[in-house]
């Protein structure tokens, strides 16, 4: 069955921009997670949908937002993007609580 | 709040021998312990998990041992493959939690 999906891979912003990252799970998995991870920080947290509802928020400011959709994809937003927004975005799938996720490869977003 | 720690970046061992990666945390509600690898440019991927009903947990090559008194696990790989060279991560959450907390990985270099 196909894993889940990130696009794009690779994306290069400027400051102030905004950026939408998506992210398709695998199917059946109704539970999406979004993770940044950057050297020395490891995954940091971002959020995580439930049937299109955030269950849960990381300590993040209020530029990034997200969504899920009734097919259970979802998006990642960034406003008014700043450098240290620089890292790899990691989407995770799960079927729900308590279970282990499966992760995308991630885009690699860079803001110059 | 680094709820999840894995104070070693790094680690080499020579192929053949036994390879341990530690893990602490600090929250005593974590209940489900699992470990990712994770090559460049890829997302992780699952490798093994432990609950906390269990001390002990094999999958080929694979250990996991979780010490709840002293909020520690490890992953023990034996013998260790140049393969198996790629950023460890442990991860935890809670019962019926909808988060992992995520270390901030060790990085395996596995010497021919």
């Known amino acids: 069955k196909a894993g889940v999906t990130q696009t794009p891979r690779y994306l290069i912003k400027t400051r102030g921009q905004q950026v939408t990252l998506s992210c398709s799970p695998i199917s059946g998995h109704r539970s999406v997670s979004w993770y940044q991870q950057t050297p020395g920080q490891g995954l940091q947290f971002l959020f995580e949908y439930f049937s299109e509802t955030q269950r849960n928020k990381g300590n993040f400011p209020g530029r990034f937002s997200g969504r899920q959709f009734s097919n259970s994809r979802s998006e990642m937003n960034v406003s008014t993007l700043e450098l240290g927004d620089s890292a790899l975005y990691l989407c995770?799938?799960?079927?729900?609580?308590?279970?282990?996720?499966?992760f995308g490869s991630g885009t690699r977003l860079t803001v110059v | 709040d680094q709820q999840v720690k894995q104070n070693s970046p790094s680690l080499s061992v020579q192929e053949g021998r036994i390879s341990i990666l530690n893990c602490d945390y600090t929250?005593?509600?974590?209940?489900?312990f699992l470990w990712y690898k994770k090559y460049p440019a890829e997302g992780p991927t699952f490798l093994i998990s432990?609950?906390?009903?269990?001390d002990k947990n094999e999958d080929g090559r694979f250990t996991v041992f979780l010490n709840k008194s002293a909020k520690h696990l490890s992953l023990h790989i034996v013998p260790s493959q140049p393969g198996d060279s790629a950023v460890y991560f442990c991860?935890?959450?809670?019962?019926?939690?909808?988060?992992?907390?995520f270390g901030t990985g060790t990085s395996l270099t596995v010497i021919p």
């Open positions: 929250n005593s509600m974590f209940d489900y």
């Open positions: 991860a935890a959450s809670e019962v019926n939690g909808n988060q992992f907390y």
């Open positions: 995770a799938s799960s079927i729900g609580q308590g279970s282990g996720y499966t």
């Open positions: 432990i609950s906390s009903i269990k």
